[in-house]
């Protein structure tokens, strides 16, 4: 079980750029797979990206190329930085650990971070 934060979310223009951050409250973290996921109204969660203990990355086709998921081992944290971004990309935004090879994530979840891409 590991307590998540996160952090970094608010309205930005479209075009413009947002970076959210994870804060996990763990002492596992470094063997940790983590990954972001967001809710729009209506929708159902969605994977977004995702980042292996030794810095692999995965992303959904609908962000690669925007936007660049990252993580630092000494401050146990997480971090999504989103350029680019489009009216599409609005919701909660979600961080928690992950399988490795399914993305299948843990069932306990923070209370996310709001982005709100709109002009």
């Known amino acids: 079980q590991v307590e998540l934060v996160e952090s970094g979310g608010g309205l930005v223009q479209p075009g413009g750029s947002l970076t959210l951050s994870c804060s996990a409250y763990?002492?596992?973290?470094?063997?940790?797979?983590m990954a972001w996921f967001r809710q729009a109204p209506g929708k159902q969660r969605e994977f977004v990206a995702s980042?292996?203990?030794?810095?692999?990355?995965d992303y959904a086709a609908s962000v690669k190329g925007r936007f660049t998921i990252s993580r630092d081992h000494a401050k146990t944290t997480v971090y999504l930085q989103m350029n680019s971004l489009k009216p599409e990309d609005t919701g909660v935004y979600y961080c928690?650990?992950?399988?490795?090879?399914?993305?299948?994530?843990?069932?306990?979840w923070g209370q996310g971070t709001q982005v709100t891409v709109s002009s």
């Open positions: 928690n650990a992950v399988s490795v090879r399914t993305r299948q994530p843990t069932p306990y």
């Open positions: 980042v292996n203990a030794g810095a692999g990355t």
């Open positions: 763990t002492s596992i973290f470094s063997i940790l797979n």
